[in-house]
């Protein structure tokens, strides 16, 4: 039976699990879990891509400074503050604001941006801005930011190394990075890709050892998607030999998010995007059937969306944002969930 004490070993044995008796054992697991610890209510965050700029080179991502192919968009204050607006009309308690590495966004304005949404609006604030300097973050948490969100990708040096290469010489990794941000008061958030090419089972389950050792508020997990404009979408990182290497499957992806939920119960994990573009009927649902406890649609507007390209085939419905609230109260009532109320800010429990 897996549980929250489980060794690395286990963790590996059960991304290898195959057996579907077995599976619905673990399924059934981390969603007592999430049941317990978190409750039938999803948390909706309202998910605003502010920049697709990037000084970042890294290998898997199609934002990377090197990708000719994309067109650059940065929203103006206006645009932001109109998609902060609507994540608070519709009742959703988050807006999370993310975008590549944009040294364009300087420190002083999008603290006062942050300032400006906390004046308007009761939204708890996220950032996911990458790697910034320590005065960025500071000032952003001191204008008002909630929460970080920085995934570390892989705990693996090698293949961090590989793909992520640094901006700066002798820069800290995200590992570290993350407990910078717990430091400066934010709830942090990590994670990482599944199947990312060089990924052996060994150090995915570390991965997930270390979500429950460094007690992460926010864990989101989602399958490695090529993209065709970036080397690891186009076969120059090689991959481990079968048996070895994780696959970037949906499948995977609901175990990484179940065994998530199991050794970090009061967690909040996201069915992330890139679930439910790898399974675009069921993905996002079935993550949330399977240890997800929030879900962070787009409220970019939507001249832009196409624009925030990671990976291509991203699953965004060509939808308002109302009709969007609608129909996801709906489809969370269909499996016995309710759209939650406030901020949805973690709840710690002992467990
Ligand atoms: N610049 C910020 C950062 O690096 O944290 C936020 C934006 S970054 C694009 C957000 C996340 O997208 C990354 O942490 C990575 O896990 C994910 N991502 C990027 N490229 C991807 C790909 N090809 N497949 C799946 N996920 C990808």
């Not at 697709?52 to 932001?80: F, Q």
């Not at 949906?250 to 967690?267: E, H, N, Q, S, W």
């Amino acid at each position: 039976m897996p549980g929250p004490e489980m060794s690395v070993c286990e963790i590996e044995r059960w991304l290898r699990e195959d057996d579907p008796q077995a599976l619905a054992t673990l399924w059934e697991v981390a969603d007592e879990l999430r049941r317990r610890y978190v409750g039938d209510e999803v948390h909706i965050r309202g998910l605003l891509e502010i920049s697709n700029n990037c000084a970042r080179s890294c290998a898997y991502c199609g934002l990377r400074a090197e990708n000719v192919n994309l067109p650059r968009y940065r929203l103006t204050w206006k645009e932001i503050l109109e998609g902060a607006a609507t994540t608070a009309a519709l009742g959703w308690g988050t807006i999370v604001m993310q975008a590549g590495e944009d040294y364009g966004i300087t420190r002083e304005w999008l603290a006062e941006v942050i300032a400006e949404i906390k004046r308007r609006t009761d939204l708890a604030v996220t950032l996911s801005m990458g790697e910034r300097p320590l005065e960025d973050l500071r000032a952003w948490r001191e204008a008002g930011a909630d929460r970080y969100l920085l995934r570390f990708e892989t705990s693996d040096p090698g293949l961090y190394a590989r793909i992520h290469p640094p901006l700066r010489e002798g820069e800290p990794n995200r590992l570290e990075q993350l407990e910078v941000l717990r430091e400066l008061g934010y709830e942090a958030g990590g994670g990482v890709m599944i199947g990312i090419p060089g990924q052996s089972y060994a150090s995915l389950a570390r991965d997930i050892a270390i979500f429950r050792a460094m007690d992460m508020d926010m864990i989101g997990v989602g399958p490695f998607i090529p993209n065709p404009d970036t080397p690891a979408g186009c076969g120059e990182l090689p991959p481990l030999p079968e048996g070895e290497q994780v696959p970037a499957t949906d499948r995977m992806g609901y175990k990484v998010v179940a065994l998530t939920r199991i050794v970090r119960p009061d967690a909040n994990i996201p069915a992330t995007t890139a679930l439910a573009t790898v399974n675009r009927r069921e993905g996002r649902w079935l993550g949330l059937q399977r240890g997800a406890n929030v879900i962070m649609p787009n409220v970019t507007p939507r001249r832009y969306r196409e624009m925030y390209r990671l990976y291509p085939g991203k699953a965004i419905p060509e939808e308002t944002a109302d009709a969007t609230a609608d129909r996801l109260a709906k489809q969370l009532g269909e499996i016995g969930r309710t759209v939650a109320a406030g901020r949805g800010d973690r709840r710690r429990m002992l467990c």
